[in-house]
């Protein structure tokens, strides 16, 4: 089935930004744009377009949700062993991308990433909802599997290990950080002029440069 897409415009409107009136420091804006992006969309201002190479050089990009930032970086969790741990074993360099749709706004992120500390990962595990907890150990993620069945069969497995007790933090699962080496903020305007403010860490300070729509 063919569909004509080419007509689907929408016109794109907010606040200025100007180069010389950001923060030097791009997690200050970042934390203002967040919390901006939370109180219009508090179930999904937090999800994040996270993209890796695998060891070919083939790009390859899921929506993760972010769990924590400072200036340190940008912490998400996942399996491992999964293809996003794979890759990012081979090659430990991410992009992220947020896209807020009622703001018209755009954050791009790009730098080296890192497992956070075994500390940091148990304190999460710990805050996740007992569902959640078990389905670290359920889900052996992106291996193929016959079917829904397959799922069911070892949820009902590991739900009767743990009865009654705490569920511990599986070796393979934890958080990575993104420790950002460029920023970039884009914000939407009329006739596709918008606005875009870029970061770039350089010798260990933030360079902040205005780009072309």
């Known amino acids: 089935m063919t569909r004509d897409i080419a007509d689907i415009r929408r016109d794109y409107e907010g606040g200025s930004l100007d180069e010389g009136q950001v923060p ?3 997690f200050t804006m970042f934390d203002e744009w967040f919390a901006l992006a939370l109180d219009t969309d508090p179930q999904d201002a937090n999800a994040m377009t ?3 190479v695998d060891s070919q050089g083939l790009p390859h990009a899921r929506v993760v949700l972010l769990k924590g930032f400072d200036q340190n970086g940008m912490v998400f969790y996942t399996n491992y062993h999964s293809h996003k741990g794979s890759e990012l074993a081979n090659v430990p360099h991410a992009a992220l991308t947020f896209w807020w749709p009622k703001l018209a706004r755009q954050v791009r ?3 080296r990433t890192e497992q956070v500390a075994e500390q940091e990962s148990d304190e999460y595990f710990a805050s996740r909802p007992r569902g959640s907890q078990l389905g670290a150990w359920i889900a052996t993620q992106s291996v193929v599997i ?3 069945d397959w799922i069911e069969q070892r949820q009902r497995r590991f739900e009767k290990a743990y ?3 705490d569920i511990p933090r599986p070796v393979h699962w934890g ?3 993104v420790v ?3 920023i970039e903020f884009w914000q939407g305007q009329p006739s596709r002029l918008h606005d875009r403010v870029r970061y770039g860490r350089r010798d260990g300070h933030w360079e902040v440069v205005r780009l072309a729509p």
């Open 50 to 52: 996270l993209s890796t």
């Open 24 to 26: 030097k420091d791009p």
């Open 146 to 148: 016959p079917d829904r």
């Open 163 to 165: 009865e009654g007790q």
């Open 180 to 182: 950002p080496e460029m």
């Open 109 to 111: 992120i790009e730098g």
């Open 175 to 177: 958080g990575y950080r």
